[in-house]
């Protein structure tokens, strides 16, 4: 019993030593100007790696040795030291920095340097700037704010962003800026088709860089000079975006955002139609009009009928009369009940190419939960965007959910751990190009004004499976399908395409503090994602039948070992430097098959459900 007292006895003394050894330092940061408080100081124990921030009071708490020294840091003051000095309480004073060099940038590999000792140009950009409309691309909010950064968005739905530091460097190349996170570099690639790229046809899947959570980014550095850019090898020749994620702070905190917006179609960029004329290419027909073909008694009333030109895509025929009787698309479709073999007066359309857009409307929702201590903090968040198209059948979703945890866990050892997984999908992308997926080539360029897009839509809900249309290839034989157009309700909901990608990035890493002026870091991240693109061509279009899938895996790491060093050598002259070692391992497969032939079956959209034996595919390493 006597050896258990003497254990118990030594044991509380050690930890009656050890908190001798260091006490809790809480205290207040306050402008030498004004006295404000100045929230997000860094507060550092000299020597180091543990840190904290002052709160929104310009209040901080830190634990560290009786004799310590404090340095205290923000940009645009005056950096300062504090020796501790058995003291639990400190009031510290910044003065201003008239020279206002003191701007903390990050740079490669993740590491700060104070923006007057850089040898290239940079800019940065708060988290708060591209988050304040509430944007579910984090690429695009940065148009207009960063000199020399060119930002093209298609404004289709999820459309790519193109990102350009400082002019095209490439006539026939990539011209993208290198997209880095917190030091990992971020793929960011585009695998749209080369006839979308040359406006002949096809879908705008974006950038991968879409995954990025607009909510996560704490801020953005622009590297513009070569300089900057040396350490991540050729890739980044183009320009570097450097994005710095949140981390947690110390304390519990619950951080809710919402927003959203909601679109009106803009009536004055649509094409202005004029309702003199409707369909025709010209007065070359046979009745005394010359807008129309003149055909013997279709209706059986003895009397000879004039037939709208259905096989052509102009509005040059024959001068609307309302007291005139023809046979259009309608009288012509024996599913429509009320207008088959009749007549019906020739009048411009109720309802133009307008009524068949929507109102779009996006939505962006997160959630993030922070909180720690002196020693340990983290981070969770989710975030949800969902946006609906302005055509039919088109939406598009991403929900993304991110971690980190950052640890001290010894006077100079400290680990962490970031992890974020996104999953994002669509439906029915706009098409682009001249193509027939585009409604709007058909409604900007071959239009007949006569057509109601109305009937159009009750058309195809009465029967689904048919593809009937205004522009019928022989009007004596409807079964033959279009000559140039698809019904677009037919196209949007028969011929669309849908995509999805799941992926995760992260990394961990170990920094251990050898020397006042020397850290070594050790770290292993991982960018990796999964996507498949489907497209489809229903039974009855205009071209024929199919069904293509397209995957891809795309996998990065990296591996680094990178020690830091910031050492006075005299009173005039200070090395500051980073040596280190980097490993990187890249994978891309893809694989792309179709059917042959057309489709068997209506509506299995399958490589199964082919015609003809299928080909081989296209295959990628």
Request: glycine letters at 10%; proline letters at 3%; one cysteine or more.
């Amino acid at each position: 019993m006597k050896k258990i007292y003497l254990f118990l006895y030594l044991f509380l003394g050690f930890i009656g030593m050890a908190r001798a050894q260091n006490i809790q330092v809480t205290g207040k940061v306050t402008q030498s100007s004004d006295g404000k408080p100045v929230q997000g100081a860094s507060i550092e124990v000299k020597g180091t790696i543990n840190t904290s921030t002052t709160d929104a009071n310009g209040d901080f708490t830190i634990q560290c040795d009786q004799s310590a020294t404090l340095i205290v840091s923000y940009s645009g003051l005056k950096t300062t030291e504090v020796m501790v000095a058995n003291q639990t309480t400190l009031n510290i004073i910044l003065e201003e920095d008239p020279t206002s060099l003191k701007q903390m940038v990050v740079t490669a590999y993740g590491l700060k340097r104070n923006k007057a000792q850089l040898g290239y140009a940079a800019q940065k950009v708060s988290g708060a700037e591209v988050t304040t409309t509430r944007s579910n691309n984090a690429l695009s909010a940065l148009s207009g704010k960063v000199a020399g950064l060119e930002i093209k968005t298609n404004n289709q739905m999820g459309g790519s962003t193109n990102i350009v530091v400082r002019g095209f460097k490439s006539l026939a190349g990539n011209n993208q800026a290198l997209i880095v996170i917190d030091g990992v570099p971020y793929d960011n690639s585009n695998t749209n088709s080369s006839d979308q790229s040359t406006a002949r046809g096809g879908y705008d899947f974006g950038n991968a860089a879409a995954d990025i959570n607009p909510d996560d980014i704490a801020s953005i550095n622009v590297l513009k000079g070569a300089a900057a850019t040396a350490l991540y090898g050729s890739r980044a020749s183009n320009g570097v975006v450097l994005i710095e994620t949140k981390k947690g702070k110390k304390g519990i905190a619950l951080t809710i955002n919402m927003g959203g917006s909601y679109g009106v179609i803009d009536q004055s960029t649509l094409p202005k139609y004029q309702n003199q004329y409707g369909a025709g290419y010209g007065p070359f027909y046979g009745d005394s009009l010359g807008g129309f073909y003149y055909e013997d008694d279709i209706d059986g009333d003895g009397k000879k009928d004039l037939i709208v030109p259905t096989t052509e895509d102009a509005s040059f025929g024959g001068k609307f009369d309302p007291n005139l009787m023809v046979f259009d698309w309608k009288s012509l479709d024996p599913t429509d009940k009320e207008h088959y073999l009749k007549a019906t007066p020739w009048v411009a359309a109720k309802n133009n190419p307008s009524y068949f857009l929507r109102n779009p409307s996006a939505s962006s929702n997160s959630f993030t939960l922070t909180g720690g201590s002196d020693k340990s903090t983290y981070k969770l968040g989710f975030t949800r965007n969902t946006e609906k198209g302005m055509l039919p059948n088109s939406n598009l979703y991403k929900n993304i959910v991110n971690l980190s945890i950052n640890n001290q866990l010894t006077k100079k050892l400290m680990a962490g751990i970031s992890a974020n997984v996104s999953f994002n999908g669509a439906t029915g992308r706009y098409g682009t190009g001249y193509d027939a997926k585009n409604p709007m080539t058909n409604f900007r360029q071959w239009w007949q004004t006569n057509v109601d897009m109305k009937e159009l839509e009750e058309a195809y809900n009465r029967n689904k499976e048919r593809n009937t249309t205004w522009n019928w290839a022989d009007y004596a034989n409807v079964g033959a399908g279009p000559i140039y157009w698809d019904n677009p309700y037919f196209v949007r909901y028969k011929s669309y395409e849908n995509d999805e990608r799941t992926r995760m990035f992260g990394n961990t890493y170990l920094t251990y503090q050898l020397k006042n002026w020397l850290n070594v870091t050790g770290r292993v991240s991982m960018d990796g994602y999964n996507e498949q693109q489907e497209e489809r061509i229903g039974i009855g279009a205009i071209d024929v039948s199919s069904y293509s899938r397209y995957n891809r895996t795309y996998r990065e790491f990296n591996y680094d070992l990178f020690g830091e060093y910031n050492k006075s050598l005299s009173n005039n002259i200070k090395l500051t430097g980073v040596t280190g070692i980097n490993i990187r391992k890249q994978t891309i497969q893809s694989i792309f098959a179709e059917t042959n032939g057309g489709l068997n079956v209506p509506n299995l959209y399958s490589l199964s459900n082919s015609v003809n034996s299928l080909e081989a595919p296209s295959e990628s390493y």
